[in-house]
T-cell receptor, first 111, second 114 residues
């Protein structure tokens, strides 16, 4: 069974701090990884994609991928209360067109 | 921008009713997906389609069927709604394979079956 695992949280950080969200995946065949943000009662919104080992930065967000350790992370710099949401990690399902989603980490940014 | 729309944001149906949930995407995507999301269980894939008239079962297809007659439209059908199908239903689409696995979600339909 292909799995993506995340700590459910909540992860609580003060405003202005760096939030670090982590994810591990079980299938070594996976090549594409995604982070989605989901506000309460809303649908998931794609915020980052990463395909190669290393870091990828987009504004206050940095995605990190380590395929050898099967580990993906998302760093949010200068966290804002508006970043409070559930963050879903996803990996491609190998030869299928599907994504395997983790159950999400709830982030709470305290003003 | 990719736009995925769903026919209803909120829906209340009675046990035993046949329920249709519709999803439309405007980006000519090959793949379309139906998920349900429940607290503590995350996103669970019900069905997906990689081409017109093609469908594949996901992880929890029981009690559901789908239809894809046109590329842009993917419908989820609850043949006989039951209370355990009360959930948030999310439709998504993606372009295809390779680095185009990224999925874009519609706003969701919160279905209550009484």
């Amino acid at each position: 069974q292909k799995e993506v695992e995340q700590n459910s949280g909540p992860l609580s950080v003060p405003e202005g701090a760096i939030a670090s969200l982590n994810c591990t995946y079980s299938d070594r065949v996976s090549q594409s990884f995604f982070w989605y943000r989901q506000y309460s009662g809303k649908s998931p919104e794609l915020i980052m994609s990463i395909y190669s080992n290393g870091d990828k930065e987009d504004g206050r967000f940095t995605a990190q991928l380590n395929k050898a350790s099967q580990y993906v992370s998302l760093l949010i710099r200068d966290s804002q209360p508006s970043d409070s949401a559930t963050y879903l990690c996803a990996a491609d399902g190998g030869a299928t067109n599907k994504l395997i989603f983790g159950t999400g980490t709830l982030l709470a940014v305290q003003p | 921008d990719v736009k995925v729309t769903q026919s209803s944001r909120y829906l209340v149906k009675r046990t035993g009713e046949k329920v249709f949930l519709e999803c439309v995407q405007d980006m000519d995507h090959e793949n379309m997906f139906w998920y349900r999301q429940d607290p503590g269980l995350g996103l669970r894939l019900i069905y997906f389609s990689y081409d017109v008239k093609m469908k594949e079962k996901g992880d929890i297809p029981e009690g559901y069927s789908v239809s894809r007659e046109k590329k842009e439209r993917f419908s989820l059908i609850l043949e006989s709604a039951s209370t355990n199908q009360t959930s948030m239903y999310l439709c998504a689409s993606s372009e295809g394979t390779g680095e185009a696995y990224e999925q874009y979600f519609g706003p969701g339909t919160r279905l209550t079956v009484t």
